[in-house]
């Protein structure tokens, strides 16, 4: 699974973004037909048929346990990957990847956020998200711009300098002040 991050906090709106690869068809009996995503005993969704799931679920706030499964044509379970993450009632930018204080070996590193601003009357608009280096202060890279809702998705990948420790600022820019941040969430990488 590749979103949510196992330990993360979510949104009300959550990303899920899987694949499955199957070894053989021999290893199931035959092979995967679609992926399923649950919350305990309910089911939220299925993939097209395939072996790859990018959907997003609306939560209400607290803990979840999401079960991945891929699935035979004739509804059997092939494997299940769990992930426990945890909705907030709060706004902002919620980073699926990468993970606070993770180790890279490289010195490109995926980002996968987005930003959640929407609050009734008083909603912020969000033009784009931002990725700095806060530890020398270089903007590495942007989301599309004009964008002009309420929320924001990034994914693409960054470089940092090289080896070393570095503190990300992930921020969701709002056009309306200038040009400045309405939510910052900092990550710290290191590369080794």
Do not use: R
Not at 22 to 41: C, L, M, Q, T, Y
Not at 42 to 53: A, C, D
Not at 159 to 188: F, R, S, W
């Amino acid at each position: 699974m590749n979103t949510p991050a196992s330990g993360s906090t979510q949104a009300t709106l959550v990303p899920v973004s899987a694949s499955a690869v199957e070894a053989s068809a021999e290893e199931s009996g035959s092979g995967i037909d679609h992926i399923e995503v649950w919350n305990g005993n309910t089911k939220l969704g299925n993939s097209p048929k395939g072996t790859k799931i990018s959907q997003w679920y609306s939560l209400a706030p607290g803990a979840y346990t999401l079960s991945i499964k891929d699935v035979t044509a004739g509804g059997t379970t092939i494997h299940t990957e769990s992930v426990n993450f945890t909705v907030a009632e709060t706004h902002g930018i919620f980073v699926n990847s990468p993970a606070n204080n993770s180790a890279w070996s490289t010195s490109t590193i995926p980002i996968n956020a987005y930003a959640y601003e929407q609050s009734g009357a008083t909603t912020p608009i969000v033009d784009h998200i931002e990725v700095w280096d806060n530890t020398h202060g270089i903007k590495l890279g942007q989301s599309a711009t004009g964008v002009g809702v309420n929320s924001a998705f990034m994914n693409q990948n960054v470089t940092v300098g090289g080896p070393g420790t570095y503190q990300l600022a992930i921020e969701d820019i709002n056009p309306n002040n200038g040009y400045k941040p309405i939510h910052t969430t900092y990550i710290t990488v290191t590369v080794k």
